[in-house]
């Protein structure tokens, strides 16, 4: 029964927006893994949101790809009557990495997205408070989640 509807929320997906992203995977029976194309990410959470009942924004977070010059933030949205979890990934290019916020879809990724903005350096625009979360306002060191990151006031 699960299999046919991770199978049914999978071609809902593909119905929808399915020129909105890049590829849908089944990960298990509760998880489905949805890259997005760059342009499309606050289209795609506002219909994941309104369309297919993903209401709860559990986390996100990043990972840096330092060999291939991009980062992929990653986002975690829940379903709270199927309980089905939608990892939604986005590409960024690293040297200039901008997303818009996710927090005007759900106010609640407004920390991680500030954690995010600290630990990676991405910028995320029209986001309400980017102001320090984890780090002193004093911090000059650099992007600690990063790989390439050398510690506090080392260049």
Same mark, same amino acid.
């Given at each position: 029964m699960l299999k046919t509807s991770i199978s049914n929320l999978v071609k809902s997906v593909e119905d929808i927006i399915s020129d909105e992203i890049e590829s849908v995977e089944i990960k298990d029976e509760k998880y489905v893994s949805i890259t997005v194309k760059y342009d499309y990410l606050l289209h795609v959470a506002e219909t994941l949101k309104n369309n297919l009942g993903f209401t709860i924004p559990v986390a996100c977070g990043g990972i840096?790809?330092?060999?291939?010059?991009?980062?992929?933030?990653?986002?975690?949205?829940?379903?709270?009557?199927?309980?089905?979890?939608?990892?939604?990934?986005?590409?960024?290019?690293?040297?200039?990495?901008?997303?818009?916020?996710?927090?005007?879809? *759900?106010e609640a990724m407004s920390f991680h997205e500030r954690e995010a903005h600290e630990m990676f350096g991405v910028e995320f625009k029209d986001h309400p408070n980017?102001?320090?979360?984890?780090?002193?306002?004093? *911090?000059k060191g650099g992007y600690p989640l990063r790989k390439d990151f050398k510690g506090e006031g080392i260049k």
């Open positions: 840096d790809y330092l060999d291939e010059d991009k980062m992929q933030m990653i986002y975690y949205i829940s379903n709270p009557k199927s309980r089905f979890i939608i990892t939604l990934r986005v590409d960024i290019p690293r040297n200039s990495p901008q997303l818009p916020s996710l927090t005007q879809v *759900w980017m102001v320090p979360l984890l780090l002193p306002p004093s *911090w």
